[in-house]
């Protein structure tokens, strides 16, 4: 699918709040974001109002639009529903998984390799997102994986700042190897087990960017 100049301009605005280059409470200026990237407002504000949905930016009245503002707690609240979401999916996917389903997500986890080696935090975010979305697809329940993905709009800027800290990415890795392993072996309970380690891992790294 081809995306949409405010889709483009909405993805990179995240980005930068997952790389830091943008802060919280920082404005967001229409007609600067429009000059950057050669557009009109239309698609600027279009951009703004994702990113209101996926709750990454607040409206503020006279003041415009700013980067939230995240504490401990509202990550921690986000990141429950996320991976209990994922141990539903897991459940689910265990039930119906193929082994061309596996073959599949064997070559997303080489890719993920490769991009450890390279430490490419942007390369590997992105092959998460697939390697997740693929089990949900696998799990086969529409209203799920729009659920997911609607929260994991709003997750991408912490799992980026969570992916660059220590040896996180090798880690997750590690954790996903034993999610394909359980989705073989059609082992439920060590599936959402490896689900688990990644929540508490991700957290623990989160927790010292957020300490309040």
């Not at 830091?20 to 429009?34: M, Q, S, V």
């Not at 141990?87 to 390799?113: F, G, P, T, Y």
């Not at 697939?130 to 609607?150: D, K, M």
């Not at 040896?167 to 072996?185: F, I, M, P, T, Y």
Request: net charge neutral; hydrophobic share 40%.
């Amino acid at each position: 699918m081809k995306k949409t100049i405010a889709l483009k301009i909405a993805e990179e605005i995240t980005a930068r709040i997952g790389k830091r280059i943008l802060h919280p409470g920082e404005h967001l200026i229409e007609t600067a974001i429009a000059d950057e990237f050669q557009t009109s407002r239309a698609p600027v504000r279009e951009a703004l109002l994702m990113l209101e949905r996926d709750r990454l930016v607040q409206r503020i009245p006279h003041h415009g639009v700013v980067v939230r503002r995240f504490t401990r707690n509202d990550i921690h609240e986000l990141y429950d529903v996320i991976y209990r979401l994922e141990e539903i999916s897991m459940e689910k996917a265990i039930a119906r998984v193929s082994q061309e389903d596996i073959k599949k997500l064997d070559e997303v986890v080489d890719k993920q390799i490769q991009a450890v080696k390279d430490h490419n935090i942007e390369e590997y975010y992105d092959l998460n997102e697939q390697f997740h979305n693929f089990i949900f697809t696998i799990a086969g329940n529409t209203v799920l994986s729009e659920t997911y993905s609607s929260l994991r709009r709003s997750a991408k800027p912490f799992r980026m700042l969570s992916m660059a800290q220590g040896s996180n990415l090798r880690s997750s890795l590690d954790e996903h190897k034993k999610q394909v392993k359980a989705l073989a072996g059609k082992d439920v309970s060590e599936g959402k087990l490896a689900i688990r380690e990644q929540e508490i891992r991700s957290l623990r790294s989160l927790d010292i960017l957020f300490p309040e």
